[in-house]
């Protein structure tokens, strides 16, 4: 693990490039002072790497539905916004992790950060975490907040196709996004735009 975490700190970051290929046709692009003129929410998100079988998974999460925000009923990495108690973005994914996923969060490691996002429809800036845990995670989710674990291994994500696979999908209005299909789920929007430049990241180690 050390020699991977030392790999994945030395790469370049792939920012808005890597995000593009993911990115729904309709989605503005703004600079980082019009973001800042939108007063953004501030939150971070967590990949939290662990080892099962000898493989290397990252969790993800089935959103309920009754949550009434925009992204209910999505797929999405754990993560939350920001509080006035957090020492600071990286303290926020982690409080998340162990909050939505049940994770111990003495166990947890940041290797480091991935390019921010601005998600528009929610008016949120993620800050993106790059973790792993030293202890093999024993997954409780936080049931308010998510209704299905999602374990998704690094090797597919390093198999998607490129140019991503093109999906109509209701939630985005029927039209065709970049979409990742993993068994039964469909990952796209800002998650499947971060695991863009995680993909990015890792097929460069």
Request: proline content about 7%.
């Amino acid at each position: 693990m050390i020699d991977l975490v030392k790999k994945i700190k030395a790469q370049e970051l792939w920012g808005e490039e890597a995000h593009r290929l993911y990115s729904p046709p309709y989605r503005p692009v703004y600079t980082y002072d019009e973001i800042l003129q939108r007063n953004p929410k501030q939150a971070a998100v967590n990949i939290l790497f662990y080892l099962k079988d000898g493989e290397w998974y990252f969790p993800l999460m089935l959103r309920s539905k009754n949550i009434h925000d925009t992204h209910s009923g999505q797929v999405s990495l754990p993560g939350g916004q920001y509080e006035e108690g957090d020492l600071s973005f990286e303290e926020t994914a982690i409080r998340e992790t162990n909050e939505e996923m049940g994770i111990d969060r003495h166990y947890i490691r940041i290797i480091r950060r991935l390019s921010p996002i601005y998600v528009q429809p929610s008016n949120f800036y993620v800050h993106t975490f790059i973790s792993y845990t030293k202890r093999n995670p024993i997954f409780k989710l936080q049931k308010s907040e998510a209704v299905e674990l999602i374990e998704f291994p690094v090797s597919e994500l390093l198999i998607q196709p490129e140019p991503p696979t093109l999906m109509a999908l209701p939630s985005a209005g029927n039209t065709e996004v970049p979409a990742i299909q993993f068994k039964n789920h469909i990952i796209w929007g800002a998650t499947s735009m971060i695991l863009s430049e995680l993909r990015h990241l890792l097929k460069n180690l």
